[in-house]
């Protein structure tokens, strides 16, 4: 096991397409300042963007005793760090050294949120929905405010404070990363770049105001966005709850298709 940094070539080595798509994070991650990465070389790539950020692992296969070992003891030494540490990796490689953390730490674990990663190599045309795509001005801050509170709370989280609203939409008035779907003159949908590489654009922040549901305005909105980012032979990807069928089959209609799944998990002592 060796400590490495964001400019190393070890990912474009050790990951082929698929696994860039499904591991996207791991661009954003090795970017940060405080950014941690662990691998042996070969079979597992750990990243982190801080201590208290999400931590990513690729596993190239269900890991041997000597690397499971390892792995374990690199996620106990972040777990010192954070004890709600949340990790995300893939199920079927992983289990096993989840149950050997939570047995040796006391630590308990659950799953957060099961995700399938997608990305679209061809955007399927579909019936044109009335409407355009608006980029976000001053105007539109109240809003994104709204929308960003309204997402949080289908989401269940708790972090629905207005001033944290307040700051997504002024972050975003004017940006060129937000996309807005106006329909007769009312902003009823938006879609956000998060992040962006020279091949990939990953794609979040997807939302429909609930009056306006199932109208197929967010699938065009992503569909303008998709087909902007292939012009620039940037391959457009995203993560999808697998427990929202309605958001993936809307995916799926559009061109997005399946490239694996990953598993966001969560530690916690009073988990249960």
Avoid at 145 to 173: P, V
């Amino acid at each position: 096991m060796r400590i490495i940094d964001g400019i190393e070539k070890s990912f474009d080595k050790m990951l082929g397409k698929k696994d860039k798509i499904i591991y996207n994070l791991f661009y954003l991650i090795r970017e940060g300042d405080n950014a941690f990465f662990a691998t042996d070389d070969s079979t597992y790539i750990i990243g982190q963007g801080n201590e208290l950020a999400p931590l990513w692992l690729w596993l190239k296969q269900i890991p041997n005793e000597n690397v499971e070992k390892e792995i374990c003891d690199i996620i106990k030494s972040r777990l010192v760090l954070n004890q709600n540490l949340q990790l995300n990796a893939y199920e079927e490689y992983a289990k096993k050294i989840l149950d050997s953390i939570s047995k040796e730490t006391g630590l308990e674990y659950c799953v957060s949120m099961p995700l399938i990663a997608y990305a679209c190599n061809q955007v399927i045309s579909r019936d044109k929905i009335s409407g355009q795509v608006v980029m976000p001005k001053e105007e539109h801050k109240e809003i994104m405010a709204r929308f960003i509170i309204e997402m949080a709370s289908d989401a269940e989280k708790i972090t629905n404070e207005e001033i944290n609203a307040n700051g997504f939409a002024n972050a975003m008035a004017n940006s060129n990363r937000l996309f807005l779907w106006e329909d007769g003159g009312k902003i009823v949908s938006m879609a956000m770049i998060a992040h962006k590489t020279k091949e990939y654009a990953r794609i979040n922040t997807v939302f429909t105001e609930r009056e306006q549901r199932g109208k197929g305005y967010a699938g065009m909105l992503l569909g303008k966005i998709s087909e902007k980012l292939l012009d620039e032979n940037i391959i457009p990807m995203l993560y999808a709850d697998v427990r929202n069928p309605a958001s993936n089959a809307a995916y799926q209609k559009i061109g997005f298709v399946k490239y694996g799944e990953v598993t966001e998990y969560v530690f916690s002592e009073n988990r249960y």
